[in-house]
């Protein structure tokens, strides 16, 4: 594992609000000499899980052969992770529900009913920042679900959520830029980011 910070965007639409958001704050951590890596959701082919347990024989998805296979290895060199998506009902993209889902590889389950788990992440530093964007101007409408959706399978999964950044009454493509504010508080995050995963690794 790298000191290296992992962007996942989960919009359909390129170079929107949100691609420009994980973008300032990848350049955020970039400026505290962290190596960073965009992954754009919309650029890979793969499915949602399908529920085989395949990964219950060995600690990786060995049942769907499909872009999460090249995903994977990114998500595990990387001690520092940042997860955008926009707001679609109330909730994350489609494809950011299909990526969290795809990450039960990571799990070890005990054979008792309620299963006990564990994750392979653990216990590495491992830290997260989250962040949606909403078009309407309240939390509950603009945010909804999104955040609390990306945050608890990332708990869930071992990661120290650092911040979360929810972005509200934004929806036409580019005004992003020009809510000063956000982008300065985006790049601020990238850099807190960047230093806890250098410190981490002290």
């Not at 400026?31 to 990786?60: H, I, W």
């Not at 997860?83 to 799990?107: E, G, Q």
Request: net charge neutral.
């Amino acid at each position: 594992m790298k000191n290296a910070v992992l962007g996942i965007g989960a919009s359909p639409r390129k170079n929107g609000n949100s691609d420009m958001l994980l973008k300032k704050i990848l350049e955020g951590a970039r400026s505290e000499n962290v190596k960073t890596e965009m992954v754009q959701l919309r650029d890979y082919q793969f499915t949602a899980c399908t529920g085989c347990e395949m990964c219950r024989k060995k600690p990786e998805c060995d049942g769907l052969k499909d872009g999460m296979q090249l995903i994977y290895p990114k998500i595990l060199e990387a001690r520092g992770l940042v997860l955008v998506s926009p707001t679609h009902n109330y909730n994350v993209t489609a494809w950011m529900k299909a990526f969290i889902d795809r990450l039960y590889c990571f799990y070890t389950f005990t054979d008792d009913r309620p299963r006990n788990y564990s994750s392979s992440l653990a216990g590495q530093g491992r830290k997260v920042i989250l962040t949606a964007v909403g078009e309407q101007p309240s939390y509950e409408e603009a945010i909804g679900l999104s955040i609390d959706a990306m945050r608890l399978p990332f708990e869930a999964l071992g990661y120290d959520v650092i911040a979360d950044l929810p972005v509200l009454g934004i929806f036409d493509k580019g005004k992003i830029n020009e809510q000063a504010d956000i982008m300065e508080k985006a790049g601020s995050l990238g850099r807190e980011l960047a230093l806890s995963v250098i410190k981490n690794n002290k």
